[in-house]
T-cell receptor
């Protein structure tokens, strides 16, 4: 069965370190998204991609970057981790077209000390 | 972006009771989905429902796109229904989803 996987599922890091969260999907979806989930804010969009070599900023993109070198993967990088980036991060993918359904990975819990 | 409001924010039910969760959105949408986030944090698709009515077992959903709202009905609730229910809408321009802040449901045995 097609799926979307994230790694690591849990990570603790220190302020200032670079961190990369991996996201891999086997749906062959063009559209991929990164969200963060914090209490009181629901899910907020960080970055998204509509296809290979395409990346776009979401509403909370400061301090984050993504790259899309193939269809399956959209890694999320925190260039210099800050305590405010402690959160649960979800990757999602969706097929192209007006009737696409959004599917989520299991989430990555990041703690920045 | 599109504003998505969900109500009620919190709901406590006795097992076996029925409930209705509401999602209001501020603009026309291409797509609307309901998700259940279980106590382990997994986001599970319940319904893809940009308009009309769908049913899946004890759950059903109705979206009235012209009036910009959707309803999720849970009948004969079970403890496994506990968790947070999110509504997400996709705007007419671009494949971006906007989420509400969710309804936290607790079902008591």
């Amino acid at each position: 069965d097609a799926e979307i996987t994230q790694s690591p599922r849990h990570k603790i890091t220190e302020t200032g370190r670079q961190v990369t969260l991996a996201c891999h999907q086997t749906w062959n979806h063009n559209n991929m998204f990164w969200y963060r989930q914090d209490l009181g804010h629901g899910l907020r969009l960080i970055h998204y991609s509509y296809g290979v070599q395409d990346t776009n900023k979401g509403e909370v993109s400061d301090g984050y970057s993504v790259s899309r070198s193939n269809t399956e993967d959209l890694p999320l990088t925190l260039e210099s981790a800050a305590s405010s980036q402690t959160s649960v991060y979800f990757c999602a993918s969706m097929g192209a077209g007006a009737d696409g359904e959004l599917f989520f990975g299991e989430g990555s819990r990041l703690t920045v000390l | 972006g599109i504003q998505v409001e969900q109500s009620p924010p919190d709901l406590i039910l006795q097992e076996g009771a029925n409930s209705t969760l509401r999602c209001n959105f501020s603009d026309s949408v291409n797509n609307l989905q309901w998700f259940h986030q279980n106590p382990w944090g997994q986001l599970i698709n319940l319904f893809y429902i940009p308009s009309g009515t769908k049913q899946n077992g004890r759950l059903s959903a109705t979206t009235v796109a012209t009036e910009r709202y959707s309803l999720l009905y849970i009948s004969s609730s079970q403890t496994t229904d506990s968790g947070v229910y999110f509504c997400a809408v996709e705007g007419k321009t671009g494949n971006q989803f906007y989420f509400g802040t969710g309804t936290s449901l607790t079902v008591i045995p």
